[in-house]
């Protein structure tokens, strides 16, 4: 064999075998992705999480006024298959089921959401109250409590009363500000008592985007130039507004914390070492997590400056003479600065940026972001288009906002993989399994070798619901409902017994059944095989080109 035939090969061999670590966004990276047995901190929070109209149904029961998702989702081409929230789950009618639930699992936390039409069916103080409505939330908290259940309480989750959508325009007007107060502070009045945590919003950045941008959600309005950013402007003022209501009037008696819950991404950019797709990337997670993490979360408060500068230049490009971005006062800026007991995180997968500036794009959220998102080959996806698995993006996610916001308390409030609505349904729900001991392990990575101040980590979701704009075609439950029996019988996936064992033992410690399952299924749930093969394939393909340099050299 020549000389040049053997250092080619060499490089060959190199190549192929660094490839698997070099390549960061790959399946998996020894160093970034090995398993880490250890257990969380004592008094750490388990829990599952469920939203009203997902799994309420009841639509029009009892007095409830009609929401911005029934008339959605009762409207012709809007969900997929014309599925609608009607009866959903039935856990109006099945909540003490739904609680045996969680006790079968040993949870001692479950985060809902309260149906704002439920308790004020025309969403004012002046259209009264339905007793029903209150009546069952009642029963519900109290069922949790006599199950040592503690209950986590989401205020808004995207169902808003239809009749100020048909008043207001919904999100988009100030107005919406004191009526939601006022709901605020009578279900602090009334529940406050034995709920000791509360959450304002859930993801804002869906509600505003998909709702008042794209349209692909309630109330499904389509301009993403304006009413995206004066949603997100409102909810931010109404947030900050029942913040102050609790601190002032209702903590000191009910010892509880309030905080909202943000959703996002984490993002990498595509290539490391050009600055335009770094700076790309930072500008990705500003104008997602930063939009409104930033006005709370931080010491300078206000929306992020290259959020505030990018607009304005859009805006001026577009002849305006004002930003598109609505502007705080200063003294809006101090009210809504601080807001925050812990900050609620909602986190499903990751993305790769690009810096992406089309020219002549519409304007609007989508195209002022400048970007452009790319996912790897190499990504596992779920049943929803959108949530590739990646599992060590939480732990960047969780060490980002450290380091940006202020050290705060995090509870993860969302975390869960989507099965597809098939025939068998999928009971052995390994795919599932293998994504929540892998981001559960990312978490316990972020406490203990990043200093994080993780306090809470819930499974999305309870049980199979209705997933919004995708009806019952993709399933996330950790246990199965059947929707064709009008009973809506629920059973347990395996999904459920893992998380189960991991409740139990407070995590993955050494010598526990659950740490050497985890163990036993870590290669293959994280791709190891995979990425051997990849290596072994290049590596082949090494040997290939090398032979045929050298053939084409005779």
């Known amino acids: 064999m020549s000389g040049t035939m053997l250092s080619l090969l060499a490089t060959s061999l190199i190549l192929g ?15 970034r992705d090995e398993f880490r047995q250890g257990r969380f901190p004592n008094g750490f929070i388990w829990s599952t999480a469920t939203a009203s109209y997902q799994i309420e149904g009841g639509w029009d029961a009892d007095g409830k006024g009609e929401s911005i998702w029934d008339r959605f989702s009762h409207t012709p081409g809007k969900v997929d298959r014309g599925d609608t929230g009607d009866v959903a789950c039935d856990s109006y009618n099945k ?24 308790i ?22 109290n069922e949790l409590v006599r199950n040592s259940i503690s209950p986590m309480v989401t205020l808004y989750h995207w169902d808003l009363p239809q009749n100020l959508q048909d008043t207001y325009g919904g999100w988009v007007s100030e107005a919406l500000v004191k009526h939601y107060n006022d709901y605020a502070t009578f279900v602090f009045q009334e529940f406050g008592d034995r709920v000791k945590y509360w959450i304002t919003f859930n993801e804002p950045w869906v509600m505003c985007y998909l709702g008042y941008g794209t349209g692909e959600h309630a109330p499904g309005i389509q301009d993403e130039r304006n009413s995206t950013y004066l949603c997100g402007h409102n909810v931010l003022k109404a947030h900050a507004r029942a913040w102050h209501t609790y601190d002032t009037n209702f903590r000191a008696s009910q010892r509880g914390q309030i905080g909202i819950t943000l959703n996002s991404d984490w993002a990498e950019p595509r290539d490391p070492e050009l600055d335009a797709d770094v700076v790309a990337t930072d500008r990705y997670l500003q104008f997602y997590l930063g939009w409104f993490a930033n006005p709370i979360y931080t010491t300078e408060g206000d929306y992020p400056i290259v959020m505030k500068e990018y607009m304005l230049a859009k805006s001026q490009a577009e002849g305006l003479q004002e ?40 304007p ?18 779920a049943e929803s288009e959108w949530l590739y698995v990646v599992p060590w993006g939480l732990r960047r996610l969780l060490k980002f906002i450290k380091l940006n916001y202020g050290d705060p308390q995090i ?56 997933e919004w704009a995708r009806g019952y075609t993709e399933r996330f439950g950790l246990h199965y409902v059947d929707f064709t029996d ?3 019988p629920r059973t347990p996936k395996e999904s459920a017994n893992f998380y189960k064992d991991v409740i139990a033992n407070n995590g993955f410690p050494e010598g526990a059944d659950v740490t050497e399952t985890v163990r036993s299924m870590w290669g293959e749930c994280r791709g190891t095989a995979a990425a051997t093969r990849g290596n072994i394939g290049l590596l082949a393909l090494s ?5 045929m340099y050298n053939f084409l050299k005779i």
């Open 17 to 31: 075998l660094a490839y698997g670590v070099e390549y960061d966004y790959g399946a998996y990276d020894r160093t």
């Open 95 to 118: 909540y003490r089921e739904d609680v045996q639930l969680m006790t079968d699992m040993g949870l001692r936390y479950y985060r809902f959401s309260l149906s704002w039409a439920r």
């Open 120 to 141: 004020f069916p025309d969403g004012t103080t002046e259209g009264g109250i339905n007793q029903a409505g209150v009546q069952y939330y009642n029963d519900l908290i």
């Open 323 to 362: 930003s598109r971005l609505p502007q705080f006062t200063p003294e809006e800026v101090a009210y809504i600065k601080g807001t925050g007991d812990f900050f609620g995180l909602n986190h499903y997968t990751t993305r790769i940026i690009e810096d992406n500036v089309v020219v002549g794009a519409s």
């Open 364 to 381: 609007g959220y989508t195209n002022d972001r400048d970007i452009a998102q790319y996912i790897p080959p190499e990504w596992p996806r």
């Open 411 to 466: 509870l993860v409030t969302e975390n869960g993989r989507s099965d597809g609505d098939v025939t068998p349904p999928v009971m052995d729900d390994t795919d599932r399994i293998c994504y929540y001991m892998t981001y559960i392990d990312e978490v316990l990575k972020a406490i203990e070798e990043d200093d994080v101040n993780v306090r809470a980590y819930t499974a999305w979701s309870l049980m199979d619901n209705f």
């Open 486 to 488: 009008p009973n809506r």
């Open 543 to 547: 040997f290939l080109v090398t032979a």
